[in-house]
Nanobody, 123 residues
Framework: QVQLVESGGGLVQTGGSLTLSCVASGRTFRGFPTGWFRQAPGKEREFVAA????????ACANSVKDRFTISRDNAKNTLYLQMNSLKFEDTAVYYC????????????????WGQGTQVTVSS
C-alpha cells in the first residue's frame, strides 16, 4: 500500500510560477514517485513529465518543455514539478504517480496515484 500526497497547487496569474510536491509513503518496489499527469475539464488525463528514480533521466510533454522542470529528492521520497511561465491552458488537476522507478508516458505505466492538486491560471 502506497499513499501519494500532492501539494502546492493554487491560483496564479498568467506568466507566474508554482512548484508542486508529491510525498510518497508506504514504499514498495512499485511505489517510487516518478510521474506527473494533468487533467482539465472535458479532457483525458495527459502526461506532463517523468523522471527515473535512480538515474534521473527525464521526459517532458512538448506542451511544457522549457517551462516545467521535474526533479526528485530520493532521501525524502518526494517528487517535484517546477512550473514557470504558466499559461491559461495549464489549468488542470495535477496528479503524481508511482511505479517501479522507470520512465513512462502512459497511464498504464503507473501503479499508484495521488489525489490531485488544482492548478488554476488566470488570463
Amino acid at each position: 500500500q502506497v499513499q501519494l500526497v500532492e501539494s502546492g497547487g493554487g491560483l496564479v496569474q498568467t506568466g507566474g510560477s508554482l512548484t508542486l510536491s508529491c510525498v510518497a509513503s508506504g514504499r514498495t518496489f512499485r511505489g517510487f514517485p516518478t510521474g506527473w499527469f494533468r487533467q482539465a475539464p472535458g479532457k483525458e488525463r495527459e502526461f506532463v513529465a517523468a523522471i527515473s528514480w535512480v538515474g534521473g533521466s527525464t521526459a517532458c510533454a512538448n506542451s511544457v518543455k522549457d517551462r516545467f522542470t521535474i526533479s526528485r529528492d530520493n532521501a525524502k521520497n518526494t517528487l517535484y514539478l517546477q512550473m514557470n511561465s504558466l499559461k491559461f491552458e495549464d489549468t488542470a488537476v495535477y496528479y503524481c504517480a508511482a511505479n517501479t522507478g522507470g520512465i513512462s508516458t502512459s497511464l498504464a505505466g503507473y501503479y499508484y496515484w495521488g489525489q490531485g492538486t488544482q492548478v488554476t491560471v488566470s488570463s
